[in-house]
T-cell receptor
């Protein structure tokens, strides 16, 4: 089974840039890397998805190095409402039918 | 309108009981899923169901069974509930195709407590 690791928690202040990294060994070669955001008592919500290099949308950027053994979610100028748990999602390189969520990073944004 | 809705939101039941959680999606998606989130907030896929093709996570006990009456519904039946089944269960749906599968829409979750 592919293994994914994320920092358990991160703290930041409003207006700062936050980078959350997910390490994932042996993910499926042709698969995407996806990130989700989860607020308390809610289901995860899709943020961004990429395959390689850099992807940017209106809320975040995603950086994926050439070896695809990690990915970094970048949140520019965070606000209090970005306080949530962030998960990466990857395909299992051993079993391409499987999707595996990362361990989750709890981001706390302070005023 | 809620895209993916599941009921009930909370479920408290005794060990040994059989219970069901219902899920409906109005997005016209082809694939539906059940995920389990434990007390440490780890998310694990239990099942994916696409046009009568069921992919099961082999770690899921056979006391858990998904039932899909139609494309818009995927219910979760649990027999002989155990204390360790206590968790939050999320239903999700997505379109076909690998990239779309990873861009799923989740319900609000059902918090199951087995006492």
């Amino acid at each position: 089974l592919a293994k994914t690791t994320q920092p358990i928690s991160m703290d930041s202040y409003e207006g700062q840039e936050v980078n959350i990294t997910c390490s994932h060994n042996n993910i499926a070669t042709n698969d995407y890397i996806t990130w989700y955001q989860q607020f308390p008592s809610q289901g995860p919500r899709f943020i961004i998805q990429g395959y390689k290099t850099k992807v940017t949308n209106e809320v975040a950027s995603l950086f994926i190095p050439a070896d695809r053994k990690s990915s970094t979610l970048s949140l520019p100028r965070v606000s209090l409402s970005d306080t949530a748990v962030y998960y990466c999602l990857v395909g299992d390189g051993y079993n391409t039918d499987k999707l595996i969520f990362g361990t989750g990073t709890r981001l706390q944004v302070f005023p | 309108d809620t895209a993916v809705s599941q009921t009930p939101k909370y479920l408290v039941t005794q060990m040994g009981n059989d219970k069901s959680i219902k899920c409906e999606q109005n997005l016209g998606h082809d694939t539906m899923y059940w995920y389990k989130q434990d007390s440490k907030k780890f998310l694990k896929i239990m099942f994916s169901y696409n046009n009568k093709e069921l992919i099961i996570n082999e770690t899921v006990p056979n006391r858990f069974s998904p039932k899909s009456p139609d494309k818009a519904h995927l219910n979760l039946h649990i027999n002989s509930l155990e204390l360790g089944d206590s968790a939050v269960y999320f239903c999700a749906s997505s379109q076909k195709g690998r990239a779309r599968q990873m861009e799923a829409f989740f319900g609000q979750g059902t918090r199951l407590t087995v006492v």
